[in-house]
């Protein structure tokens, strides 16, 4: 691939030169006799190899090559959940949000191991893989995503999502709820119950209720969706209400908190669910999104707090309990920044940067952000909202007077410019993170 | 910042210093924004225009492409004289002119595949 020029040549003493860093390593390929040809300036171990974990890995060789990259995952094929409610409105195959390693190791160099990492030594900074092998660390780097709550509601766990998928890790339970989108029969319902904040992907849930109605319209158009949430409100609000009035009708039905929207109980076999006053409601097709906690490699490595969510520096993404250990993505607290891959993208790249700078013994930069997050109305009809963030007293912010959401008196060629530039910037971030030419 | 420091209601004193501080923010240059810096906000870019501004698609490429045609678009996109923006225009309202500049000589710099 050709397409990896960046600022920096290819010869690592320009690359070092670019990062201000040449006279740290005044000879840096002499200083040791490893019989390897290239001295390693230190060893990372990256976590997940998703937006944030494949991100860091690439920019963490683009900053310096000679850092020795270990990324752990246990798929081949990563799925990235922006994209699959296309897939769940029959828009899209599974295949096209597909993505692989072969850009990182083949280009980049980065070492891939396919097994999942089950344990973590913080203090030997060691990772026990399920392979047998173990890893040794200088840093650390986790980008874990969620795991679910099982049994946070009644009756929903695991065994109980392969009735009633949650659909929130894109792959096989995306084809599941697709198939049971398929099987409805026209006049049906389609029920989705969505948890209370925090959670992966804040309009998410409601991008899946407009795409599965896109789809029931033009096959099942008597059909209708229930969102039971377990919330009052929710992001980009007023822009989604209006877009299904105007697209939908009244097909999509939202029930907030306060109108006894959370699911309390889930009968996965009946495709049942009660809410807190008991409820109940029954559906053809059924989807549970639970409440969910950073993945549980983070509470291995003992980086999680009471929450369940990762604490970390804002300006370099390393944990505030465990030195060394850096943890970006949805698994973070990072607020005002949302659980997106827009943002664990950005978190890879700011943790990258701090780990390249800490071997070199340099201070990391502040930190500026960018995020667009796009929803889909229908295929043709996008809206987004923006922020920029920066840090201030230790604390990330979004700056004043930047950002916000797409304009509600929008006319009908921005929301089809919106929808286009979705497009772009999926499969802008699908290269930046993966090398994935689509 | 030099938003931060903006007073609503505060004596002419205050306001006075205010104008100093933003007198200076206006003062920095692109060129003092240290060059790892740049390069790490620009990675923000990368979401949306692909690694180093290279992608080109529905969203333009912005590799190799006039520094002062890159600055001249960013600064329209801030001060809202950009019709039919659908994005840019909320995130360069949040960057300094000086750091806008700098992107832009950043992204010229990057030879275009």
Request: one cysteine or more; hydrophobic letters at 40%; aromatic letters at 8%.
């Amino acid at each position: 691939m050709s397409d990896r020029k960046p600022l920096f040549s290819s010869s690592r003493r320009q690359l070092l030169k670019g990062l201000g860093l040449a006279t740290l390593f005044p000879a840096i390929s002499a200083c040791t006799a490893t019989g390897t040809s290239q001295a390693s300036a230190g060893r990372v171990v990256v976590i997940g190899g998703g937006f944030g974990g494949a991100t860091a890995a690439k920019y963490i060789k683009r900053g310096n090559p000679a850092i020795d990259v270990t990324l752990v995952e246990p798929n081949k094929t990563f799925y990235t959940c922006p994209f699959s409610n296309l897939v769940l409105a029959g828009e899209r195959t599974l295949d096209s949000i597909g993505h692989s390693y072969d850009e990182l190791s083949q280009v980049y160099g980065v070492k891939v191991v396919h097994a999942l990492a089950q344990d973590i030594d913080p203090v030997a900074k060691r990772v026990s893989l399920s392979d047998g092998q173990t890893l040794q660390y200088d840093k650390l780097l986790l980008s874990p995503g969620i795991d679910m709550r099982w049994n946070a509601i009644e009756g929903y766990d695991e065994a109980a999502s392969a009735l009633a998928p949650h659909a929130w890790k894109a792959g096989p339970q995306t084809l599941l709820l697709r198939q049971q989108l398929e099987a409805m029969a026209d006049g049906d319902t389609f029920i989705m119950s969505v948890p209370g904040n925090p959670f992966r992907c804040p309009p998410g849930p409601y991008e899946r209720a407009s795409l599965v109605a896109h789809y029931l319209k033009t096959y099942k158009p008597r059909s209708k969706i229930l969102i039971l949430d377990g919330k009052d409100n929710f992001s980009k609000q007023g822009l989604f209400t209006a877009g299904w009035e105007a697209h939908y009708g009244d097909m999509i039905e939202w029930v907030s908190l306060s109108n006894d929207g959370r699911v309390v109980r889930v009968d996965a076999n009946r495709k049942e669910v009660e809410t807190e006053f008991g409820t109940r409601h029954q559906a053809a097709a059924l989807n549970v999104i639970p409440p969910q906690k950073a993945g549980f490699i983070a509470d291995r490595a003992g980086v999680t707090d009471a929450s369940g969510w990762v604490p970390v520096d804002p300006v370099t993404f390393e944990s505030t309990q465990q030195k060394d250990i850096y943890v970006v993505g949805d698994a973070t607290i990072a607020s005002p920044m949302p659980k997106s891959g827009f943002a664990a993208n950005a978190q890879g790249k700011v943790a990258a940067s701090a780990i390249v700078a800490s071997f070199a013994g340099i201070s990391p930069q502040d930190p500026i952000w960018a995020n667009t997050c796009y929803s889909l109305i229908n295929p043709d009809y996008g809206i987004s909202v923006a922020a920029v963030y920066r840090v201030q007293e230790n604390q990330i912010i979004s700056v004043e007077g930047a950002g916000g959401l797409s304009a509600s008196d929008a006319p009908d060629m921005i929301r089809r410019s919106e929808a286009a530039y979705a497009v772009g910037w999926y499969n802008a971030i699908s290269q930046d993170t993966w090398g994935t030419k689509l | 910042m030099s938003r931060s420091i903006l007073p609503h209601k505060h004596s002419l004193h205050k306001l006075l210093l205010a104008t100093f501080f933003v007198g200076m923010a206006s003062i920095v240059h692109a060129d003092e924004i240290p060059q790892a810096q740049v390069s790490l906000m620009a990675g923000t870019c990368a979401n949306c225009h692909g690694t180093d501004g290279q992608l080109a698609g529905a969203i333009p490429a912005i590799a190799g492409r006039p520094a002062t045609v890159l600055e001249a678009q960013l600064l329209a996109f801030k001060q809202g004289l950009q019709p039919n923006t659908t994005v840019m225009d909320r995130i360069a309202k949040g960057f300094t002119d000086a750091e806008l500049s700098a992107l832009a000589d950043y992204f010229a710099n990057i030879n275009k595949d």
